[in-house]
């Protein structure tokens, strides 16, 4: 039997902790470094399969994060390296990503995919069972560990397709705004697949430097520019026989997208800096947030390329075009955030189901997880209503989205005058404000640079207090 796996983890972050201590497997040794100070003892104590450097917030340009990541990758060369930055990735971590082998999430990510990338680094994924696989099918989209659920009838039966799709070795294009589970569904579809034992790797072109995402799918050899102090496997290898997912293709330019034609049609490629052809053996699943027919009509994007992805090409609706989803996810991420955050949710008022289902949802499943995770935060007397929402949901007050047909900006029920929209985005930055501060009025109003009278004023004035 295998042993069970050791996990480090360097971060004061509670929120993370907590994430990744309910998500890794039951069994898995999880420790926590609180400072850098103490993260050498306890390598040398463990000797982890897995190591995750929380480096978000850095200070000191990254200096200290990198110097660390280079003696761990000397002194500990059997210990898989998970490092998490802000989307604006200093210069020297920046660099350390795209020269070793490290597995790089920025900015926003998905804390579930974290927890599956670093189970899947600890060779701890369980498999399938031999009825699921018989069955995997017919059902809905299924992976090892979670499921995509829907009540749409069209979305059920692009799942259907999708399910069909992903058992075979085929390319996959997903097209989907922001938030609407183009990374969810492309882990369900690896993990649907022969190939679910494999690694899964996600390259998120649009946050990659033009420069670097070359080196990034392809891999470098050491000199090939100013920062390759070394040879780097690119993604395409390091999958082995797994999937890479490339997100936000749009962002390719042209003679990277004659790169990846050329991958997609005979799996052969050149790291960057060599002549030596190589071969990927990798399932490619590609996505993207805009459609990419009007980019081939703009000369943005290659018709040839364009044409052998539209082959197996999903369209993932929006959540504002499968309203029948919003209750059920909503009352789905109400039970997880009640049992993270210890608030005690005894009713639902048919008030918050109202404005859920009236508001447009730009950022789709993304951005409903984000705001019933603040309600339940604010919810204080065990009934949750509209009145826990943020005050542009509310007021059907929506941000940018690709579609057209939804209107920026106020709700044609709601009072559009110049006061209400200041009265609206004053009491949004005050509840943010609090939130940041663990509601602290005092720090909360040292912040906003008035006094603390002031701000209870506001508070009084908004109907924030209780």
């Not at 609180?34 to 000797?47: D, G, I, K």
């Not at 859920?356 to 019933?372: D, F, K, M, T």
């Amino acid at each position: 039997m295998k042993a069970a796996p050791t996990i480090v983890l360097f971060s004061n972050q509670k929120e993370l902790i907590a994430d990744l201590t309910s998500l890794l497997v039951p069994g898995s040794r999880f420790e926590v470094c609180p400072t850098l100070e103490s993260v050498r003892h306890l390598m040398e104590t463990l000797h982890p399969q897995v190591f995750i450097a929380d480096l978000r917030g850095v200070r000191d340009g990254g200096h200290a994060g990198d110097r660390l990541l280079e003696d761990l990758q000397v002194d500990f060369d059997a210990t898989a390296l998970v490092m998490l930055t802000d989307r604006d990735c200093p210069e020297p971590l920046e660099r350390r990503a795209a020269c070793t082998p490290i597995r790089h999430f920025r900015g926003d990510f998905d804390t579930d995919e974290v927890a599956i990338e670093i189970r899947r680094m600890a060779g701890v994924i369980k498999p399938m069972s031999d009825a699921r696989d018989a069955t995997s099918q017919t059902a809905a989209l299924e992976g090892v560990t979670r499921r995509f659920e829907t009540n749409s009838t069209h979305l059920k039966q692009m799942l259907e397709d999708l399910a069909i799709a992903a058992s075979h070795d085929v390319t996959i294009l997903l097209i989907g705004e922001t938030g609407s589970g183009k990374t969810f569904l492309s882990n369900l579809i690896h993990e649907a697949s022969p190939r679910r034992h494999e690694p899964f790797i996600h390259v998120a072109c649009g946050a990659l430097p033009r420069e670097l995402i070359e080196g990034e799918m392809f891999g470098h050899v050491k000199g090939s520019f100013t920062s390759a102090h070394a040879d780097k496997e690119g993604k395409f290898l390091a999958a082995g026989r797994g999937t890479v997912l490339l997100d936000e293709i749009d962002v390719l330019g042209p003679e990277q997208q004659v790169k990846l034609l050329r991958v997609i049609e005979t799996g052969e490629f050149e790291p960057v800096g060599s002549n030596k052809t190589l071969r990927s053996q990798a399932r490619l699943v590609v996505a993207s947030n805009l459609d990419l027919q009007p980019l081939v009509e703009t000369g943005r994007f290659r018709p040839d390329l364009y044409y052998r992805l539209n082959m197996l090409k999903f369209d993932i609706p929006p959540l504002r075009k499968r309203k029948v989803d919003i209750v059920p996810l909503a009352q789905k991420f109400v039970s997880k955030f009640v049992e993270k955050h210890g608030v005690k949710v005894e009713r639902i008022d048919e008030s918050l189901y109202e404005s859920l289902v009236a508001y447009p949802w730009p950022g789709n499943v993304r951005e409903l997880e984000h705001v019933i995770q603040r309600s339940v935060i604010y919810c204080r007397d065990g009934v949750l209503s509209a009145h826990n929402l943020p005050s542009h949901i509310v007021a059907g007050y929506a941000g940018p989205t690709n579609d057209p047909s939804v209107r920026l900006g106020h709700h044609p029920t709601t009072d559009p005058s110049l006061g209400r929209q200041i009265a609206l985005t004053e009491r949004e930055i005050i509840e943010q404000t609090l939130f940041r501060n663990n509601f602290s009025r005092t720090q909360s109003a040292k912040e906003l640079g008035i006094s603390r009278v002031t701000l209870y004023n506001k508070m009084k004035k908004y109907e924030m207090l209780k």
